[in-house]
């Protein structure tokens, strides 16, 4: 069963397209990450869901039924706002009763249930204070906890990380994963960050200039991107004009016009010994080296294209000027007709070589 | 409820603002034309319409040099210390908290022809009290707060680092003045100005308890006005009151200027 | 911030010869003198203008100990003019408090026809002499015209009575209210309130829940200032009150009355009593504000 349709999905804002013709199908339980750069059009896609837009053209269905004329008061959503937007003039317990109370809900039971999300977020101890004497990892958790309090059927978050210090993040990011996991509650989150939406979510929809680019599992998205635009922004790319001029993609780019994106984990430099295959590799010569933590990241010249690529710490260290073979293992390569991913011909079938 | 809120709240307008004024310029001219231009070109009347201009005048320009300043210390002055100075900023609002009636009481009370500062004018040939002075006294005290309060914020906002900038690129005081500080705070002081002379031409009660209210001497537009109505002679009050109204609506079109002026910066 | 001299020496050789038209007469300028004089003219002026006749009157009012001032505002004309000025203050800011809340929403919330117009009228009693504001008052509903008319008919009696003086504060104190909310609707957090949706509230809850708390200092403020303005009231209220003693005499006008016959100590007496009462609502607005500041 679908938890939520969407079907053509359109809206315009005075002369802006923001949302052009979006379908997707979301399964019940699931964790969506909608990805893509800001002002593409996903926070409005999360807030036609909400209710707090209405789309110009279009379907939404939760459980097969249509609810674009429903009110966001009536859809059974919880939203989680990108600033978080608590209640400055209510406490950390009030904000979470809020939903509660308005449903007149018996006295005892809200406090049940409050207690209960408190726990859940850990936020003991925090009930009586106002959002202002909160952190915003701490104010991030009430968001959440007053989101969930009424029980809601589909959790939206809109960029649920953004105000966050980078290093709480990560620890609220695998929070909200396990948090969700044991609540067992469709979610629909955006964000800009591909690393947020690669490690928390079960399945991304890469989403630019108001189109679905792509919607797919982190690792299928990652191996086997649908368009360039998808390959240039999930990872880390350099493009490479001409791709006819690389070793071993002679063949896969004959088409006149076709480009290749190429990812610093499909390339490998090294000394000619630590190539089994030499056939397979070019002569390049190191341009920069810069020191990333664990690895080496590494600029090589190879012909007039600068690749990237990493080195371990572990392997006998490179100087610039070196002149080093460079293995290309894969590339993405796409035209004006369509885009694929390649092999590199000589590593797959060392024996065309010979012939 | 949308329609029904909006219907309401042009009906409070239309009761509260409109109708009174249209009602009000409708009786100045129940005598047709001739009968306004009578009741404002009467000598008191033009004589009031004068003294009214002379004090706008003297307190617009008096209360911009005396605010700007004030608010400059306010704001700036470390000489003045921390205590004294939130002291002061308090002191600052008091006119506002003052009724008019009792502001002009206090002239009275201070430099009174009974007092002794009052007495010592007198000796010298000045009277303050029930002529020209005190009316501007008076006025100053209502309309003082106006001023400071336009600027303060703004040379807040700015902060003092443009100032200091300054002062390190080899400017002295009034350059830094007139060059920096000044191009920030103009439409404040714009706003502020305007402001006083609207309420320097509108003030009543503590001119009316310090002029005397004598007739073609310490008589002004509103203390006319308030003249005209005790000695049921309506009309000839509606004429003057049209007058000081008209004002008004191009005093309120400079707020409006001003205001979206001084938040362009 | 003072530079090394050595540095102002250079700095003013490159610089101030460009910044200055006229460099050798400004010299005198830089006289310390002139910092001093201005400092001592500001202060001087602050203190004679502002302090010095505030101080007078309390000074006055007791010059002859407690008695005669007890005697003078125990005076049935005088006490009661001050309590029926409070009276009637406060149903003047109930209404300004009411009427100022949906025109500051109608204002900020909604697009219509007509509404940057009502925005800039909102002002008008500022812009307005309180006198000409009074005659107007009294003009429209006086018993001479179509509304006075009907009032009176209907056994209504406006001007002269307490109705016209609650009108005249209205008008006088209409701006107070709504400027003081429009900035914290304008300022308001439009996800809060869709939180509040998204929750399950219905629009009215949402604004009694949400919304209300908010603009609530903000009301809460402009009320005081509306109030206190409307006590110290003068211009507007002699021209309609009628200003019979006990009746329609409002504290203003009481003292503008004694001050008229001479008996300043009975003016100063009920000044300082109105005085006192503006300067507690004037210290309460700025205790209120600064707790709303750190909020």
């Not at chain 1, 789309?55 to 609810?67: Q, W």
């Not at chain 2, 009275?108 to 010592?120: E, M, N, Y």
């Amino acid at each position: 069963m679908q938890h939520v349709e969407v079907r053509g999905l359109d809206k315009h804002f005075g002369s802006f397209h923001a949302v052009k013709d979006v379908s997707f199908n979301i399964q019940k339980g699931h964790l969506i990450g909608l990805l893509g750069p800001s002002g593409g059009g996903k926070t409005s896609i999360l807030r036609m869901l909400a209710g707090l837009e209405s789309p110009d053209a279009g379907e939404i269905l939760f459980h097969g039924k249509r609810v674009n004329e429903l009110p966001p008061q009536e859809r059974g959503i919880g939203f989680v706002f990108q600033n978080y937007a608590l209640f400055k003039h209510m406490t950390v317990f009030e904000n979470i009763a809020y939903g509660l109370k308005v449903q007149k809900t018996p006295k005892a039971q809200v406090r049940e249930r409050v207690m209960e999300l408190v726990e859940l977020t850990g936020l003991k101890g925090f009930e009586q204070r106002y959002p202002q004497q909160l952190s915003g990892g701490q104010r991030q958790r009430v968001a959440f906890a007053r989101a969930l309090a009424p029980e809601p059927q589909l959790l939206l978050l809109d960029e649920p990380f953004a105000a966050i210090d980078a290093k709480i993040r990560q620890e609220l990011r695998s929070w909200l994963r396990e948090l969700i996991e044991r609540v067992g509650i469709t979610s629909i989150f955006v964000t800009h960050d591909q690393d947020e939406a690669i490690e928390v979510a079960d399945e991304i929809m890469v989403i630019s200039q108001g189109q679905v680019e792509q919607k797919g599992t982190p690792w299928d998205i990652y191996k086997e991107p649908a368009t360039p635009f998808v390959a240039s922004f999930i990872g880390e790319s350099t493009q490479v004009e001409h791709a006819v001029k690389l070793h071993g993609f002679d063949r896969a780019a004959e088409t006149a016009g076709t480009r290749a994106l190429i990812r610093p984990e499909y390339v490998e430099v090294g000394r000619p010994i630590e190539f089994p295959l030499l056939s397979a590799t070019e002569e390049g010569v190191v341009q920069h080296l810069h020191f990333r933590g664990s690895q080496w990241l590494v600029e090589v010249q190879v012909g007039d294209q600068k690749l990237i690529t990493y080195r371990s710490l572990e392997k006998e260290p490179l100087q610039v000027g070196d002149p080093v073979r460079v293995m290309v293992h894969r590339a993405y390569l796409y035209n004006e007709q369509r885009s694929w991913i390649a092999e590199n011909r000589f590593k797959v079938d060392p024996m065309s070589m010979m012939i | 409820m949308k329609k029904l809120w909006i219907i309401l709240t042009y009906l409070v307008f239309a009761i509260l603002l409109v109708a009174p004024l249209v009602k009000m310029t409708q009786s100045a001219f129940a005598d047709g034309w001739s009968g306004f231009v009578e009741s404002i070109s009467r000598p008191e009347a033009l004589h009031a319409l004068m003294m009214t201009g002379l004090v706008v005048l003297c307190v617009t320009v008096l209360n911009g040099v005396f605010g700007i300043m004030t608010a400059l210390y306010l704001v700036r002055g470390k000489w003045l210390g921390r205590r004294l100075r939130s002291v002061m900023n308090s002191i600052v609002d008091l006119p506002y908290a003052v009724s008019p009636v009792i502001g002009g009481l206090m002239i009275v009370l201070l430099v009174g022809p009974d007092t002794a500062i009052g007495a010592f004018f007198e000796k010298i040939g000045v009277n303050i009290v029930y002529a020209f002075p005190g009316m501007v006294i008076a006025t100053l005290f209502v309309t003082f707060p106006l001023m400071v309060r336009e600027i303060m914020p703004v040379l807040e906002e700015i902060g003092d680092d443009q100032e200091q900038a300054s002062a390190t690129l080899g400017a002295y005081g009034w350059t830094t003045f007139r060059r920096v500080t000044w191009p920030s705070i103009r439409w404040g002081v714009a706003y502020g100005a305007v402001l006083t002379i609207a309420r320097s031409m509108g003030e009543f009660g503590a001119v009316l308890v310090v002029s005397g209210n004598i007739i073609n001497r310490t008589q002004t537009a509103t203390t006319l006005v308030y003249q005209d109505v005790e000695n049921f002679n309506i009309a000839a009050a509606g004429g003057i009151a049209l007058v000081l109204a008209a004002f008004s609506a191009g005093l309120l079109l400079l707020m409006e200027w001003t205001k979206k002026r001084r938040e362009v910066h | 911030m003072r530079l090394p001299a050595k540095i102002t020496q250079t700095l003013s050789f490159v610089q101030v010869s460009k910044l200055e038209e006229d460099p050798v007469q400004t010299s005198w300028l830089r006289h310390k003198g002139w910092t001093y004089g201005f400092r001592t003219t500001v202060l001087l002026y602050f203190v004679v203008l502002i302090v010095l006749p505030i101080a007078g009157v309390y000074v006055y009012a007791f010059t002859d100990g407690w008695a005669p001032f007890w005697e003078s505002i125990s005076d049935p004309i005088a006490w009661k003019a001050v309590l029926l000025t409070l009276k009637l203050a406060l149903i003047a800011t109930v209404i300004n408090v009411l009427i100022g809340t949906m025109i500051a929403w109608v204002l900020v919330r909604y697009r219509f026809y007509g509404r940057t117009v009502l925005n800039s009228l909102v002002d008008l009693p500022f812009a307005l002499p309180t006198a000409v504001g009074g005659l107007m008052i009294l003009l429209l509903l006086g018993p001479n015209s179509w509304v006075g008319g009907i009032a009176e008919k209907l056994g209504f009696d406006i001007v002269f009575h307490q109705p016209a003086i609650v009108i005249a504060m209205v008008f006088v104190t209409f701006p107070f209210v709504i400027r003081a909310i429009q900035p914290l609707l304008e300022e308001m957090d439009a996800s809060a309130e869709e939180a509040s949706y998204t929750l399950g509230a219905s629009r009215a809850a949402t604004f009694f829940r949400v919304i209300l708390p908010q603009i609530a200092p903000g009301i809460a403020g402009g009320a005081m200032l509306a109030f206190s303005r409307a006590l110290a009231e003068f211009g507007a209220v002699v021209l309609v009150a009628g200003n019979i003693p006990a009746k329609t005499l409002t504290a203003s006008v009481f003292i503008y009355g004694e001050v008229e016959s001479d008996n300043n100590l009975g003016a100063a007496a009920v000044s300082v009593l109105l005085l006192t009462l503006s300067l507690l609502i004037l210290w309460f607005i700025n205790r209120v504000q600064r707790r709303g500041g750190r909020a």
